[in-house]
């Protein structure tokens, strides 16, 4: 009669270590395993990167839409606005030869804590990528960052991979070696950020809207001229080191966001006209700055020289030479004003540091007077 209890003691001991392994295991980070793919294996069985016309990237938070044209790629949620195809070209082929580095042993109730959520279907904490083709889609659960431990000799905290699973297998989860850092559903990141490269400034003038405050104006005889500052008054000293910060002023500015809809309307705090010695006028409308960065409403006017000037007592193996290097610049300046013209009208966001030149004071371009050496006066 003692057995009895015996075993059915030990029978509940079992089961309650037995329930708290299984606890413990459902709480622990989920571990990884080495996977079944034969070596070169790629995590899509097919994916059809030259007939995609359609990327999408959407979080529980952003949506951008990359839409194949005639014209080239476009970013949807930015009017249609040319993509950044390099960026776009370079992470499909990075998804086409996406290779698991592991198996996870975890299921669906893990997904949340590894970021594997789907987020059109639960509003969850994943990041789709779906890349449409006429026939098929390809859709991929981009996941949180996997980070190195403190013991890694590379560094802890670093990213080392990223936890991804097929949309349509939520028991497999992978851990891949690339980070996908391009995997960003803000559209923003995905424009074409490439604005107006301003060559040969010669005429620069800046009118603040604030009240009272002093427009002023710049001018050059050519590109190589130093710049002299219009009513100068007896007096006055050049700030020469201020002025040279105008002579590459948005020589090579990248846009941060282009603006749409009601962002796009703004009051300028300072309008600047830009003349180049190529016949290029742009005018930028700068609003107060927002973070980082100010928005800039673009108007570009140009009208260039069609024929060269010929120079008095020139030979004519000089006129054949000069003339055919005229007319090599000639076609390059209208490719760039067909480029250029396109961006024409639209409001963007640039980094302040690009635009920063254009919003100095007048006083800014004048050098302080020397304080008077009070201790070398002579003693009356």
Request: avoid cysteine; proline fraction near 6%; charge should be negative.
């Amino acid at each position: 009669m003692k057995a009895r209890p015996l075993i059915i003691t030990l029978i509940v001991a079992a089961l309650l270590i037995g329930y708290a392994v299984w606890q413990s295991k459902r709480n622990q980070t989920p571990t990884t395993q080495t996977i079944t793919f034969a070596i070169g294996d790629r995590l899509f069985s097919s994916f059809p990167v030259n007939e995609i016309h359609t990327v999408r990237l959407q979080s529980a938070e952003a949506s951008a839409t990359l839409t194949r044209t005639d014209d080239g790629w476009v970013v949807a949620e930015r009017e249609n606005y040319p993509a950044d195809f390099e960026k776009l070209a370079r992470f499909l082929r990075q998804l086409q030869d996406l290779k698991p580095a592991q198996s996870v042993a975890a299921g669906p109730s893990q997904h949340g804590r590894l970021g594997l959520q789907n987020p059109v279907e639960d509003g969850g904490t994943g990041t789709l990528f779906e890349g449409i083709a006429d026939n098929s889609t390809t859709s991929l659960i981009i996941g949180n960052e996997f980070l190195r431990d403190s013991t890694s000799p590379m560094g802890a905290g670093m990213a080392a991979g990223r936890y991804v699973r097929l949309a349509d297998q939520p028991d497999r989860i992978w851990l891949i070696s690339e980070t996908l850092s391009a995997a960003d559903p803000d559209p923003a990141t995905w424009i074409n950020q490439r604005f107006v490269s301003i060559e040969n400034p010669i005429a620069i003038t800046v009118t603040p809207a604030a009240e009272g405050a002093v427009p002023w104006t710049l001018t050059r005889e050519d590109a190589s001229a130093d710049f002299t500052l219009e009513g100068l008054q007896e007096g006055e000293v050049l700030e020469t080191a201020q002025l040279n910060q105008l002579r590459s002023v948005l020589t090579s500015a990248t846009v941060s966001d282009l603006l749409t809809g009601d962002a796009a309307s703004f009051e300028p705090a300072h309008t600047a006209n830009i003349r180049t010695s190529d016949g290029f006028i742009y005018t930028l409308e700068i609003g107060a700055p927002t973070e980082d960065n100010h928005p800039v409403k673009l108007t570009l006017e140009a009208t260039l020289a069609e024929v060269r000037e010929p120079v008095e007592g020139e030979s004519e193996e000089d006129r054949d030479r000069l003339d055919a290097r005229f007319a090599e610049e000639y076609h390059r300046l209208t490719e760039k004003l067909d480029s250029e013209k396109k961006l024409s009208g639209k409001t963007f966001l640039l980094p302040a540091f690009a635009v920063q030149p254009l919003l100095k004071e007048r006083s800014a371009f004048i050098q302080a007077p020397e304080e008077p050496d009070l201790e070398s006066a002579p003693e009356e």
